[in-house]
Nanobody
Framework: QVQLMESGGGLVQPGGSLRLSCVPS????????IGWFRQAPGKEREFVAA????????YYADSVRGRSSISRDSSNSAVTLQIGGLKPEDTAVYYC??????????????????WGQGTQVTVSS
């Protein structure tokens, strides 16, 4: 089964930016989307962004819309999430996930079946 590896997290000052990468260890040809989710301490895991390469579409949560960008490198299937204008409330563990969501499930945890281990992002001065 494919495994996903996130990287790019760390400590960032408010107003800064980060670039998270999700690299699959094997073929993800059986999937049609990569999503990014995050979970802050004491809170539920929430949707951040997703890119669906079959069926089409790029999706963002309202909380990051306008200051984030998701893209895919077709050569290695890596999916990158860039977020700017970081705020302390962006602090969380960020997870990428692969799945076959339809439009109604692309923003839901249930739309994805394979998850990475997560990478910590801390926004603080």
């Amino acid at each position: 089964q494919v495994q996903l590896m996130e990287s790019g997290g760390g400590l960032v000052q408010p107003g800064g930016s980060l670039r998270l990468s999700c690299v699959p260890s094997g073929s993800i040809s059986s999937y049609n989307a990569i999503g990014w989710f995050r979970q802050a301490p004491g809170k539920e895991r929430e949707f951040v962004a997703a890119l669906r390469w079959r069926g089409g579409g790029i999706y963002y949560a309202d909380s990051v819309r306008g200051r984030s960008s998701i893209s895919r490198d077709s050569s290695n299937s890596a999916v990158t999430l860039q977020i700017g204008g970081l705020k302390p409330e962006d602090t969380a563990v960020y997870y990428c996930a692969a799945g076959r969501p339809i439009t109604s499930t692309v923003r839901t945890i249930g739309g994805y079946g394979v998850w990475g281990q997560g990478t910590q992002v801390t926004v603080s001065s």
